[in-house]
């Protein structure tokens, strides 16, 4: 099973970007969907995660401008950023549990600048 990211880039202060988590390989039933975020010097962070019930949690520095969704047809799972500043900044991955293990997938670089 492999988890790819993509949809990182650059971007303006105030803009949006989307980025995408899907998984690939016979994953089975996925109950977590999450992103999480590392900065260069700086402790990871999950902004958001999402349960298969729906239940959604985010990160205080992101509320109201992150939004998390999934897909459970195509295992993927999205993660709408809006109105960037540019201490969000930062390689962003995403992780997703099943019932049996957890599995990691290598990170999209987000870059916040002017």
């Known amino acids: 099973v492999q988890l790819q990211a993509s949809g990182g880039g650059l971007v303006q202060p105030g803009g949006s970007l989307r980025l995408s988590c899907a998984a690939s390989?016979?994953?089975?039933?996925?109950?977590?969907m999450g992103w999480s975020r590392q900065a260069p010097g700086n402790r990871s962070e999950t902004v958001a995660s999402i349960l298969k019930n729906g239940y959604i949690n985010y990160a205080d520095s992101v509320k109201g401008r992150f939004s998390i969704s999934r897909d459970n047809r195509k295992n993927t799972a999205y993660l709408q950023m809006n109105s960037l500043k540019p201490e969000d900044t930062s390689v962003y991955s995403c992780?997703?549990?099943?019932?049996?293990?957890?599995?990691w997938g290598q990170g999209t670089l987000v870059t916040v600048s002017s």
């Open positions: 992780t997703m549990h099943t019932p049996y293990r957890a599995y």
């Open positions: 390989g016979r994953v089975g039933s996925i109950n977590y």
